[in-house]
């Protein structure tokens, strides 16, 4: 047990991806792939806090620097030419075990799904924490705060100088999650806090809406944005229900909710 510097990862369009793993040890029962939010990095203190929860349940984990953060190269879209960085780190994930999940916060989760809605074939399941619906930001301080970092030249910068992260100068303008919902065809769980200041908790509700019948939602008390303290157990919870619901091809109820 423990974690382990991976060889770099390439993607499909050329990008080179610091990536770590932590194993489970033995055969584990599935593989999952980590995907983190904008500004964060594998050595993050709360992506670590996942990755090794998640190990500890038998799980093995590949993470990465998602392009444009930490040592990976590339500048980072937002969550939209990273779905080649989640198909990079699956692609290990399925030398490791036969199941693979995608678990992803809010960049990450935007991720995640893009790759599970186009060319995720052999994924079993998804979880999305923290995930927008649509391209669009609540109107308060650290929301405008966050579109100004990623969508102005003046914010770039800043973001380089002081968050380490090269964002792509152009607004890709992607398919919303939404849309992306429903062409996944494997068990989805959101996980979503209600006290999230950058996501409203309707999101949440919308990505269940739009999803085409095997989603489930954990809305949780007091939780804030992506990998919060209060948000690693419902994840937990998640990742099983997304594996038992891929090995029964049933998935319950469509919506739960965790306190």
């Known amino acids: 047990m423990g974690v382990d510097i991976l060889?770099?990862?390439?993607t499909a369009d050329g990008v080179s991806l610091e990536a770590r793993?932590?194993?489970?040890?033995?055969?584990?029962?599935?593989?999952?792939?980590?995907?983190?939010?904008?500004?964060?990095?594998?050595?993050?203190?709360?992506?670590?806090?996942?990755?090794?929860?998640?190990?500890?349940?038998?799980?093995d984990v590949i993470s990465y620097d998602a392009r444009g953060h930490g040592r990976s190269g590339g500048q980072s879209t937002l969550g939209d030419l990273e779905a080649h960085d989640v198909a990079a780190a699956a692609a290990v994930a399925s030398r490791r075990?036969?199941?693979?999940?995608?678990?992803?916060?809010?960049?990450?989760?935007?991720?995640?799904?893009?790759?599970?809605a186009g060319i995720g074939a052999g994924v079993d399941g998804v979880v999305l924490v923290s995930c927008p619906s649509r391209w669009a930001l609540p109107r308060n301080h650290r929301a405008l705060l966050a579109a100004g970092i990623t969508r102005t030249r003046i914010g770039r910068l800043v973001a380089s100088r002081y968050l380490g992260v090269t964002v792509c100068p152009r607004w890709t303008n992607p398919e919303p999650p939404t849309e992306l919902m429903g062409r996944v065809s494997v068990?989805?769980?959101?996980?979503?806090?209600?006290?999230?200041?950058?996501?409203?908790?309707s999101a949440s509700?919308?990505?269940?809406?739009?999803?085409?019948?095997?989603?489930?939602?954990?809305?949780?008390?007091g939780m804030g944005h992506a990998f919060d303290a209060r948000s690693i157990e419902p994840i937990g919870e998640a990742v099983d229900w997304a594996l038992d619901s891929a090995r029964t091809g049933a998935p319950g109820a469509p919506i739960a909710a965790a306190s």
């Open 7 to 10: 060889d770099r990862l390439v």
């Open 21 to 59: 793993a932590w194993y489970a040890g033995g055969e584990p029962r599935a593989a999952v792939v980590l995907s983190h939010g904008f500004s964060a990095h594998t050595a993050d203190p709360q992506v670590i806090t996942v990755a090794e929860m998640l190990q500890a349940r038998g799980l």
């Open 97 to 116: 075990s036969e199941r693979v999940l995608l678990v992803g916060a809010s960049m990450g989760a935007i991720a995640v799904l893009r790759h599970a």
């Open 187 to 201: 068990p989805v769980a959101v996980v979503h806090g209600d006290d999230d200041r950058f996501i409203p908790a």
């Open 205 to 221: 509700r919308e990505l269940l809406d739009a999803s085409s019948g095997g989603a489930r939602l954990w809305q949780v008390p």
